[in-house]
C-alpha cells in the first residue's frame, strides 16, 4: 500500500513494473470506496481465467480492507461474446447470495491474445 497527497487516499500494488510506467494501481480506497481495475489472469479456459481473475480481485479488495461482500458493481469484459455463460456461471460461483450488479461486454482484443476476459470492481464498505 502507499499513499498520496490526497488525503484518506490508499493506493494498493500488485508490483507490476507496469503500474509506474502506465500510471496506475491495481485498487484505490479513498474513505469507503475501493476501485479494482481491470484484472486478468492466465488460465486454459475462460473459466479458469474467470476464477482466477476474481481471486485476484479479492486479494486486492483485502489488501483494500474489503471484501466480496462489498462489491457493489463488477465489469466483465469478452473477447468472445458467444462464450459469455462460461464467465457468468463462474461468477456466480465466486458471488453467490452477495450479488454485484454487473455488466458483460464484448471486446475486439485485450493486452495479451492469450487473456479470455478481464474484470473490473467496485466495492463500497459498510
Known amino acids: 500500500m502507499s499513499n498520496t497527497s490526497t488525503p484518506n487516499r490508499i493506493n494498493i500494488s500488485s508490483g507490476s513494473e507496469w503500474e509506474p510506467k502506465i500510471g496506475y494501481s491495481r485498487a484505490v480506497r479513498i474513505g469507503n470506496q475501493v476501485a479494482v481495475s481491470g484484472t486478468t489472469a492466465p488460465g486454459e ?12 480481485i479479492k ?38 447470495e452477495i450479488r454485484p450488479a454487473t455488466t458483460i461486454l464484448e471486446v475486439s482484443s485485450l ?16
Open 111 to 126: 493486452i495479451d491474445p492469450a487473456l479470455l476476459i478481464e474484470i473490473e470492481a467496485d466495492a463500497v464498505l459498510s
Open 59 to 96: 486479494a486486492a479488495l483485502a489488501e483494500a480492507g474489503a471484501s466480496l461482500d462489498d462489491v457493489i458493481r463488477t465489469r466483465m469484459y469478452l473477447r468472445d461474446m458467444t462464450q459469455w455463460e462460461q464467465a457468468a456461471l463462474a461468477h456466480g460461483e465466486v458471488f453467490g
Open 45 to 56: 479456459t475462460l473459466t479458469d481465467q474467470t476464477r482466477a481473475a476474481l481471486e485476484t
